[in-house]
């Protein structure tokens, strides 16, 4: 036999994704980010979730789709923890290692996922839930073409750090219906 299965395959985890969700403002020519709302630029679904998949024969069953969530921040600790070293203790890791996941040993692992713009933290997810703490799609350029949500789609940065606007993801991935208000 040859090929990367043959050579490779039963020591090697390649693992693939993206940055981003497509880019909104190109038009047709950046992509469709589907029912998730507005896209590269912004912490909303459409800019932020995106598929991944993971490949290791032997190791990694084919076909299985998994509800875990997961951010490129995982494939540093997972790949880490894989070759047996362990990460410098100095400091805090967003990251969580995906193995028991990908290996099937469990459906998921329960973590929280931060979505910031620049460094400061727009959103937060826990579960099926996700938090605005801040608020904005565009001010000089329209991240969310042709789609309105009221007070969450904003044209300027809005603080709601003392009121956030939360979704229920698992209802309502593309956050058209905050449950608070």
Known sequence: SSGINAE??????VFFSSDNGAEG????NGGSNGPLLCGKQTTFEGGMREPGIAWWPGTIKPGVVTPQVGTTMDILVTAVKLAGVELPGDRVY???????????KVDRVERPVWYYRGN???????GKYKAHLW???HQHY???PGE????VT???????TSDPIVFDLDNDPGEKYPITK
């Open 8 to 13: 490779y395959g039963e020591n090697t985890l």
């Open 25 to 28: 403002i190109a038009g047709k």
């Open 94 to 104: 967003d990251g969580i290692d995906l193995f028991p996941v990908l290996s099937g």
């Open 120 to 126: 400061e933290l727009f959103a937060a997810r826990v």
């Open 135 to 137: 608020t904005w799609s």
């Open 142 to 144: 329209n991240f969310c």
């Open 148 to 151: 309105y949500v009221k007070d």
């Open 154 to 160: 904003t044209p300027n940065q809005v603080n709601r």
